[in-house]
C-alpha cells in the first residue's frame, strides 16, 4: 500500500498539534483513500491496533471531558450530555453537586429548582425527572450507592450501556467501550465494521482490541472525533492514521486547509 509524504507538508508548519499534547507524531498522507475490501479479520486486527497505537501518541492526554469527583458526580453528568456538550455541562454541575450531594438530595429535589439549575442543558425537564427517580432508585434499591456493574447500572433511570460503560470505565476501573456518535461514526469511517447498532458495534470492537484498551481506546477515538474527524468535515489533511484509513479524502487533503479544522479544547 503506498504511502509517500505529500511534498506540500513541508513548505510549511506541520499540521496543528493534537490538544492538549506535545506529540510529533510523523504525518504521513497517502495519495489515495486505501482500499481493504479483502481485508482479512487478522489484517484488520493488525490495521486497527496500529491505528490506536498512532491514537495513543496523538493524544497522550485522552480523558473523559466531564467534570467529577465520584461515581454519582459522573452518572448524574453523563445522563445530563444528552444532546448537549461536555462544555455546558461542566459549567452546570458545580452548582448542581453542591446543592445535591448525595442519591438522597437527588431524590428529595424541588423539581422546579433543578429546572431551573439544568435549564442550560436542554431538555431539561426530562433531565430533571431522569435525575430525580435516578436519585430514588438508588436510595430505594442500593442504599444510596452507585452500582459497579453493567447488569445494575443500566436498570437505573436515564442509564443505557453507554452511560453505564462511561461510569464503570472512569469511577470503576472496568473496562468498556463507550459507542457515542463520534465512535460510532469513526469505527465506521475506518472500516472496523460497517454496523450502526451501538450494541453490535460494542461488541465487534471489542474483539478487535485487549479488554484492558476498551476505555482508553473510548477516550482517544472520542478526542479524535471531536478535534480532526469532524461528522461534516474531516481534518484529512492533518490526521495522523490517514495512511490507513479507506475514508481519507472525505474532507480537505490539503495539510495547510485541514490544519484549519483541527478544533482544540474549549
Known amino acids: ?23 510529533t507524531v510523523p504525518l504521513k498522507l497517502p495519495r489515495k483513500a486505501p482500499v481493504y475490501a479483502d481485508e482479512t479479520h487478522s489484517q484488520l486486527v493488525r490495521r486497527a491496533r496500529k ?14 471531558e466531564l467534570d467529577f469527583t465520584t461515581p454519582l458526580e459522573l452518572l448524574v453528568a453523563t445522563i445530563l450530555s444528552a444532546q448537549t456538550t461536555d462544555v455546558t455541562v461542566n459549567k452546570v454541575t458545580p452548582t448542581l453537586f453542591a446543592k445535591y450531594p448525595t442519591a438522597q438530595a437527588y431524590a ?15 431538555f431539561f425537564r426530562a433531565k430533571t425527572n431522569s435525575v430525580i427517580k435516578l436519585g430514588q432508585a438508588l436510595v430505594d434499591d442500593y442504599d444510596g450507592v ?7 447500572l443500566v436498570k437505573l433511570p436515564g442509564t443505557g450501556r453507554k452511560t453505564a460503560n462511561v461510569v464503570l470505565g472512569n469511577a470503576f476501573g472496568v473496562p468498556g467501550i463507550t459507542v457515542d456518535t463520534h465512535f460510532g461514526r469513526l469505527v465506521r469511517r475506518f472500516g472496523w465494521t460497517a454496523e450502526d447498532d451501538p450494541v ?18 473510548s477516550h482517544r477515538l472520542i478526542f479524535h472525533g471531536r478535534r480532526r474527524c469532524h461528522a461534516k468535515k474531516p481534518a484529512c489533511g492533518a490526521c495522523p492514521i490517514a495512511q490507513w ?15 484549519k479544522l483541527v478544533k482544540t479544547p474549549a
Request: hydrophobic share 30%; net charge negative.
Open 1 to 23: 500500500m503506498p504511502s509517500p509524504r505529500v511534498a506540500e507538508a513541508a513548505k510549511s508548519a506541520s499540521p496543528t498539534p493534537p490538544p492538549r499534547s506535545g506529540s
Open 245 to 259: 484509513c479507506p475514508s481519507y479524502g472525505t474532507g480537505p487533503t490539503d495539510p495547510e486547509a485541514a490544519a
Open 51 to 64: 491505528m490506536h497505537k498512532v491514537l495513543t501518541e496523538t493524544y497522550p492526554d485522552a480523558h473523559c
Open 200 to 217: 453490535k458495534v460494542e461488541n465487534i470492537i471489542g474483539e478487535l482490541f485487549p479488554k484492558k484498551d476498551w476505555t482508553m481506546l
Open 146 to 152: 452507585v452500582p459497579g456493574k453493567l447488569e445494575e
Open 108 to 122: 428529595e429535589a424541588d423539581r422546579d429548582e433543578m429546572e431551573t439549575i439544568l435549564k442550560p442543558t436542554g
